[in-house]
């Protein structure tokens, strides 16, 4: 019988043993990424500072941003999308949870790049990753005709 006092874990196996689409997947999702964190949570209190929890478990634990994504908008999603139906729970659980991972994830990716463009090659230094044209103080002066 379900209820709003089943835990994440006890809700989960109730809609997996329902006619559920691509549950390879999700059973994966659900074992490795989110049931670790708030399987024993009551599904009623489930809310967005948990799914923070999730995703920020899964980044320290080096999932790629796709299975990051899959993961808490594939499966979570609809697990809570199936809860609503079924009339347990209600509101939004996911407010804020992608934008977050997705730009905290491009942001550090870029501070790297820069770091490592900088480091590597000189000439991508000011960040614009366009070469920059060397100073006239700075290059070798080229000799007149006289010189040769």
């Given at each position: ?33 989110i ?105 070798r002066?080229?000799?007149s005709?006289?010189?040769?």
């Open positions: 019988m379900l209820s709003p006092d089943m835990t994440v874990r006890e809700y989960a196996d109730a809609w997996l043993a329902r006619a559920v689409p691509d549950a390879t997947a999700r059973r994966a999702h659900l074992q490795h990424g049931l670790p964190v708030v399987g024993d949570v009551r599904l009623r209190e489930l809310s967005p500072a948990h799914v923070v929890a999730i995703r920020d478990v899964m980044l320290t634990q080096g999932y790629a941003m796709n299975t990051l994504s899959n993961a808490l908008h594939g499966t979570l999603s609809a697990l809570w999308t199936a809860a609503k139906k079924d009339g347990l729970v209600s509101g939004r659980l996911l407010l804020g949870a992608r934008p977050t991972a997705r730009r905290a994830a491009r942001r550090q990716h870029a501070t790297v790049t820069r770091s490592l463009s900088a480091a590597v090659v000189p000439g991508h230094a000011d960040g614009t990753g366009r070469r920059r044209r060397a100073s006239t103080s700075l290059a002066p080229v000799p005709r006289r010189d040769r």
